[in-house]
């Protein structure tokens, strides 16, 4: 069992930056893979990044590329994702996520969702 909030969201200049935090609570949280996603007016919701559970492999969504970074403190038991070089269409609710197995672009649901921070790039 894990529980997850998220935080770091807020307004911000396209060019600039935000780091969004997830902070985790629950004794096997180095067993999770985690991952953030991203779900836009109108859209469907998106994977931007994944880590393992061992934070040796990271996923990129082709979007979030050269940009996003995902990092993982298990110490801490928090998970990071880096956003620079903001853009209008990066304009979204945020939410971390974690399962048992590594988040790809092939798919699959999550098990424990946080509860999403908003995130506007203004143009």
């Known amino acids: 069992q894990v529980q997850l909030v998220e935080s770091g969201g807020g307004l911000m200049q396209a060019g600039g930056s935000l780091r969004l935090s997830c902070a985790a609570s629950g004794r096997t949280f180095s067993s999770y893979a985690m991952g953030w996603f991203r779900q836009a007016p109108g859209k469907e919701r998106e994977l931007v990044a994944g880590i393992s559970s061992s934070g040796s492999r990271t996923y990129y969504a082709d979007s979030a590329k050269g940009r996003f970074t995902i990092s993982r403190d298990t110490a801490k038991s928090m998970v990071s994702l880096q956003m620079n070089s903001l853009k209008p269409e990066d304009t979204a609710v945020y939410y971390c996520?974690?399962?048992?197995?590594?988040?790809?672009?092939?798919?699959?649901?999550?098990?424990?969702w946080g509860q999403g921070t908003q995130v506007t790039v203004s143009s």
């Open positions: 996520a974690a399962r048992r197995s590594f988040f790809t672009a092939v798919g699959g649901d999550a098990d424990h």
